[in-house]
């Protein structure tokens, strides 16, 4: 009976371009560098004591990574210890953000869907896949569905073989 009736894959066959977000996640490692080590009590940083404790951090260990810079506590931090971070980092890291590693990643996304050449979609019907290893933030979704919607027929959420419909541009009849 087989014979006779072949499966087909219809997802195989339906035309269905997945983008796949984690595929654009960064490569390098992402590592916070919290400034709260170096407070006083947690509320105060001294100008001398961070001196010397940036010239002890062992910034060979941070090469080849992401660092994003950021205090966890509430206090005030002056803007040239961030620049000192930043002189002494900077020699080793790929990337310095200022912020948590969340917000890194929110702008990282930002910057690469923007470039994304989207005219390769035009007039065809796009899953973006949902489930990741990685986290991928909600507001790459937003932006990819949004500088997509211009050039795709239809657009999806999920994996090609059960999706939520997101996006179906009119069809035009013609006269």
């Known amino acids: 009976m087989a014979e006779d009736n072949p499966l087909i894959n219809r997802v195989a066959n339906s035309g269905l371009i997945t983008i796949n977000l984690e595929d654009y996640f960064p490569k390098e490692e992402i590592i916070d560098f919290d400034i709260k080590q170096f407070l006083f009590m947690e509320m105060i940083l001294k100008e001398k004591d961070f001196r010397g404790a940036l010239k002890q951090q062992d910034w060979k260990s941070y090469e080849g990574k992401i660092l994003c810079v950021h205090c966890s506590v509430d206090a005030i931090i002056p803007t040239w210890a961030y620049m000192l971070i930043s002189a002494n980092a900077s020699p080793f890291v790929v990337d310095l953000?200022?912020?948590?590693?969340?917000?890194?990643?929110?702008?990282?996304?930002?910057?690469?869907?923007?470039?994304?050449?989207?005219?390769?979609?035009?007039?065809?019907r796009v899953v973006i896949k949902g489930c990741s290893d990685k986290e991928v933030p909600p507001s790459a979704y937003m932006k990819l569905t949004g500088l997509l919607q211009p050039f795709a027929q239809s657009i999806m959420f999920g994996e090609p073989c059960s999706t939520?419909?997101?996006?179906?541009?009119p069809r035009v009849i013609k006269k």
């Open 164 to 169: 939520v419909p997101i996006f179906k541009r």
């Open 97 to 124: 953000y200022f912020g948590q590693k969340s917000g890194y990643i929110q702008q990282y996304f930002d910057d690469v869907l923007e470039d994304l050449k989207y005219e390769a979609y035009k007039d065809r």
